[in-house]
């Protein structure tokens, strides 16, 4: 993946549906859920469903679950605070990296 986004603003970690087709993953890979979304507008969306999926970042594979959304974005996957948290990890918004 390319265009990763590590935002420690966000709570939860969110896929857009065209990254999730280029995963080659089927309907039965995808756990139903109820999730709904609000944007910065205010507008609310649901999610398409979520997703489990085993993530190497270097040589750490961690098991991480997304929300597919139907939205669009200028990132593959965006990777929220629980994530970050859960991880061990901190993030560097100025070295724009992971520690």
């Given amino acids: 993946m390319t265009k990763m986004l590590v935002d420690g603003d966000v709570a939860i970690n969110l896929m857009p549906y065209t990254t999730y087709q280029k995963l080659g993953k089927g309907p039965k890979d995808l756990i139903k859920t109820d999730m709904m979304l609000r944007d910065f507008g205010g507008n609310t969306s649901q999610t398409r469903r979520a997703l489990n999926v085993k993530l190497m970042i270097e040589s750490k594979t961690l098991a991480t679950t997304f929300f597919v959304i139907d939205g669009k ?8 605070r629980e994530w970050i948290h859960a991880n061990y ?11």
């Fill in 73 to 80: 974005g200028s990132y593959s996957l965006l990777l929220g």
């Fill in 89 to 99: 990890y901190v993030h560097s918004t100025m070295h724009q990296c992971l520690i």
